[in-house]
């Protein structure tokens, strides 16, 4: 070769990417579905005369994701402008598949994506795991279709063939084109077997062993590939109708290192995972690698927010460590979990539910959780702004459910800035359920009391642990799913989502309380898990019904240690008593005074503080160790301020040689002080004073104690 034909090949080279030759390999692995395809490049010629949506189906596996990435590039080789949907990635709302449609296209926010497509003269719109869609399909075939310029073609893949609503529509029926895909021809699959370099003698075993199931071949071929062009011994797929099951665990075994098993782990333990989550999940230099490897697996597909494994291919490997390595399960975990979690509080907004979504994506395994979600509906609604038109609706599921009673607070607090309502919608119609929160501290007393239970809440609260200036207090107050009620749904669903940006997102919350009518018995091990205690005496009555409470008070256990706590039980750590339980004593200041004098003749005998009941004040419960060494800790800090001005030397030394070095009597101390009797005891009754205030102010406004005065 010249030189200037070797320049020539260097400047190829830099051109191409390592997408170009992922699309390369897909290309020459991609056999069969010749049907399809002259289908839909039949359609693109047609003129506009022929289908205008194209709907393929089929099970898990079946290589529809392949097949839209074929149709694409047909798409593309005709001159038509492919735009690729997955909808794992979006929220099943209008404005969020808008907001997708506009990011594909490379559009900036608010940008007009149906005036966009309209510009291309042969826009083709191809949507992924259109099952994630159910909620909008009404809205999809009613609004956005019907919308897109008559030279526009629709590919939509998904596991369940389309609603009846598209054939009994006349005008649909002539638009529409099903595809029911089939595992491929014998001929097609052993193209694919060639393509894999898989050697002829093994086709026809391979074969018999997959029937032609397009994932099963794709790891079949990777598991030869790393035997070295044989089968593993021992491999028998006749007895078994789990034919990936099997196969994975094969592939597990022959990774080409430690490193890359760990990165498969990782990639099957998150939801989606990027070169970012691989380099805090496995740390290392090699993340770029590790996550190159991935890409290029048979049962790995990637979209927008990062790679992910097939269904099947996820629970085995996920699987299979923990029962292998509980140890490195939970150190994943719990790295991962850390991972998604700084995201989430970097985030705001539909970037920050998505990271939520992740988040809770992560309880699945655990049996308390798939007991009390709906995981079969997870992701098909979504929460909403509150409408005008939305309020109706909400009273007439309340008074349904609950009482009349009910449904007139549901409509004052409503009307209050205190409380968000949220309407929770499966598409465009009427809510499918909602939820109410009302920020306590910020309603007046006449409206807390005008209702039954914001008033025991409130109360409850004032008893246990009244807010300090600026601390929130949050209640849960409604929940109602339309079709559900308060039983595992996906408003449920979308609440608990909700109620994690909540957490994440509230400035000094401290009390957060849940309500729940009459189940609580049945929600109690939920809310266990949760580290909430049911509050019996927040408790209350509308009507005729009585509503259960939960309380958390994250100023014992804040957001940061809350979560970590949900990270260790979502891999089966025992869910044990909330640690809410045990409620403060909230003294009188008279009592406080008393207490603190009891600790200063006790300050030698522990055995004797640890009966003290500033033990369970929040003055103690604040330093996170209610324990007798604490408490004589915080007397000591509170003498030694003593010490900051002039006028308190003398009722120091006074303090000092009657608790903090006692002299043994009062007498003895006052002789040693060197001061007459009467002077002494004036003296010391400052100094203890002088301990009470500054005890009972850091008691009364947290550990800063008062706050400063305005200028």
Not at 59 to 67: D, F, N, R, S, V
Request: charged content about 25%; proline content about 8%.
């Amino acid at each position: 070769m010249t030189s200037r034909g070797k320049a020539t090949q260097t400047a190829q080279l830099g051109a191409f990417t390592v997408a170009d030759r992922l699309r390369q390999a897909r290309r020459r692995r991609f056999v069969g579905r010749t049907g399809e395809l002259e289908l839909f490049r039949t359609a693109l010629t047609s003129g506009g005369s022929g289908f205008t949506v194209l709907f393929v189906y089929g099970p898990g596996g079946i290589g529809k994701t392949a097949l839209l990435g074929a149709l694409a590039e047909a798409a593309e080789e005709a001159g038509a402008t492919a735009v690729r949907l997955d909808a794992r990635t979006v929220e099943p709302s209008p404005p969020a598949f808008y907001a997708a449609l506009g990011a594909a296209l490379g559009l900036p926010e608010r940008a007009a994506p149906l005036e966009s497509l309209a510009a291309h003269s042969r826009p083709i719109l191809f949507i992924d795991t259109y099952e994630q869609l159910v909620p909008l399909d009404n809205w999809l075939r009613e609004e956005f279709l019907p919308e897109l310029p008559a030279a526009a073609l629709v590919v939509v893949a998904g596991r369940t063939p389309p609603s009846p609503h598209w054939a009994s529509d006349p005008g649909w029926g002539e638009l529409l084109q099903v595809v029911a895909l089939r595992n491929l021809q014998p001929d097609d699959a052993r193209a694919y077997l060639h393509a894999a370099d898989v050697p002829e003698d093994l086709h026809g075993r391979v074969l018999e062993m997959t029937h032609g199931h397009p994932l099963a071949l794709s790891l079949l071929a990777d598991v030869v590939e790393q035997h070295r062009g044989a089968l593993a011994p021992g491999l028998s797929l006749h007895e078994t109708p789990d034919v990936v099951r099997v196969l994975l665990e094969h592939f597990v075994e022959w990774v080409p290192s430690p490193r890359h098993r760990e990165a498969l782990e990782a990639c099957a333990h998150a939801r989606f995972t990027t070169e970012d989550l691989l380099r805090t999940a496995l740390g290392g230099d090699d993340t770029h690698e590790l996550f190159g490897w991935l890409r290029g697996l048979s049962f790995v597909e990637e979209d927008p927010y990062g790679v992910f494994p097939h269904d099947v291919a996820r629970d085995v490997l996920d699987a299979d460590l923990r029962w292998r390595d509980r140890a490195s399960y939970a150190d994943l975990h719990r790295r991962v979990r850390r991972h998604l979690v700084e995201q989430a509080r970097r985030t705001r907004g539909l970037e920050q539910h998505r990271w939520a979504a992740d988040i809770i994506f992560l309880h699945r395994n655990n049996p308390v959780m798939r007991s009390f979600w709906d995981w079969e509906t997870f992701g098909h609604a979504f929460p909403d702004e509150l409408r005008e038109e939305d309020r109706a609706p909400i009273l007439a599921m309340t008074e349904r459910y609950q009482t009349a009673e009910q449904a007139e607070l549901v409509r004052h607090w409503m009307e209050h800035p205190a409380a968000r309502f949220i309407p929770i919608r499966a598409g465009t119609g009427e809510p499918i359920g909602y939820g109410g929160a009302i920020t306590l501290d910020q309603a007046g007393e006449s409206d807390l009391a005008a209702d039954p239970g914001t008033a025991a809440i409130w109360q409850y609260a004032q008893r246990h642990g009244p807010p300090r200036p600026g601390e929130s207090v949050h209640a849960a107050r409604f929940l109602i799913d339309r079709h559900a009620y308060q039983r595992p749904s996906a408003s449920n669903n979308v609440i608990t989502a909700w109620h994690i940006q909540h957490i994440l997102t509230t400035p000094r919350l401290s009390w957060d309380f849940i309500a729940c009518y009459e189940d609580g018995a049945f929600w109690e091990p939920f809310f266990a898990y949760i580290d909430y205690h049911r509050a019996h005496e927040a408790e209350y009555d509308i009507g005729t019904h009585h509503y259960a409470v939960f309380a958390h008070d994250f100023r014992r256990l804040d957001p940061a240690a809350w979560l970590e706590l949900m990270s260790d039980r979502e891999i089966g750590a025992p869910a044990g008593p909330p640690t809410g339980a045990d409620p403060e004593l909230l003294l009188s200041q008279p009592d406080f005074a008393h207490s603190v004098r009891a600790a200063l003749r006790c300050l030698h005998r522990p055995d004797r503080l640890a009966g003290n009941p500033l033990l369970r004040s929040r003055l103690i419960r604040d330093r996170g160790d209610p324990s007798a060494d604490t408490l004589r800790a915080l007397v000591l800090e509170a003498a030694e301020s003593l010490r900051v001005d002039p006028r308190d030397d003398r009722p120091f030394r006074a303090i000092d040689r009657t608790f903090l070095r006692p002299a043994g009597t009062q007498e003895r101390a006052a002789e040693v002080l060197g001061l007459p009797f009467t002077t002494y005891r004036r003296h010391l009754a400052r100094g203890v004073d002088r301990i009470i205030d500054w005890l009972w102010t850091r008691e009364v406004h947290g550990p800063q104690g008062l706050p400063p005065p305005p200028r």
